[in-house]
């Protein structure tokens, strides 16, 4: 199987920081990557897909980017509604695999 | 709107089995696969698999063969997780997801509880 290997594990931030999440595949998986948001209690929600692609209804301060094994996830200015954790997942070859989260929490 | 629905919460004794259900709304089943993801409370998340919703074959990952079973009813839309002879380190969170590769749509969750 794939190993996805996210950093950091947790994360603290203010308001309007810049935030970048990283997530590492232990062999090339093109740009079959997507990002989620997980808040306490809810379901995850898709961000991006394809690396880079924007989920449709998802604000512009998220982006994804990287390809082959190297992939981040960048917040451009922190919202008090981004408090959260984040999941990497490979598409790439089967079995999927989630990276283990990022949680973003408030500095 | 698409929406995936899920059956509510269980408390399960061990050894017991208990079948999770998936409704969806707002689009037609068999368009797309459907997928489970485990969430152990406080930890992350886990792909267990897949049904392919217009052959009906499952396809589960390691670690989930033997005791888990992926079914559907295309007569109402649903999909179904059934777990067998459960255990204490069953308990979990468990989600339906909608998608072939990522996941677009998800239900609200089951919490399975194990516990004598």
């Known amino acids: 199987d794939i190993q996805m290997t996210q950093s950091p594990s947790t994360l603290s931030a203010s308001v309007g920081d810049r935030v970048t999440i990283t997530c590492r595949a232990s062999?090339?998986?093109?740009?079959?990557l997507a990002w989620y948001q997980q808040k306490p209690g809810n379901a995850p929600k898709l961000l991006i897909y394809?690396?880079?692609s924007l989920e449709s209804g998802v604000p512009s301060r998220f982006s994804g980017s990287g390809s082959g094994t190297e992939f981040t996830l960048t917040i451009s200015s922190l919202q008090p509604e981004d408090f959260a954790t984040y999941y990497c997942?490979?598409?790439?070859?089967?079995?999927?695999?989630f990276g283990q989260g990022t949680k973003v929490e408030i500095k | 709107q698409v929406q995936l629905v899920q059956s509510g919460s269980e408390l399960k004794k061990p050894g017991a089995s208990v079948k999770v259900s998936c409704k969806a709304s707002?689009?037609?089943?068999?368009?797309?696969?459907m997928n489970w993801v485990r969430q152990v409370p406080g930890q992350g998340l886990e792909w267990m698999g897949w049904?392919?919703?217009?052959?009906?074959?499952?396809t589960y990952a390691q670690g989930f063969t033997g005791r888990f079973v992926f079914s559907l009813d295309t007569s109402v839309n649903t999909a179904y997780l059934q777990i067998s002879s459960l255990k204490a380190d069953d308990t979990a969170v468990y989600y339906c997801?909608?998608?072939?590769?990522?996941?677009?749509?998800w239900g609200q969750g089951t919490l399975v509880t194990v516990s004598s």
């Open positions: 997942q490979q598409y790439n070859r089967y079995s999927w695999t």
């Open positions: 049904i392919n919703t217009k052959a009906g074959n499952p």
């Open positions: 707002g689009y037609t089943l068999t368009t797309y696969p």
């Open positions: 062999q090339s998986i093109s740009s079959s």
């Open positions: 394809k690396a880079s």
């Open positions: 997801t909608r998608g072939a590769y990522y996941f677009d749509f």
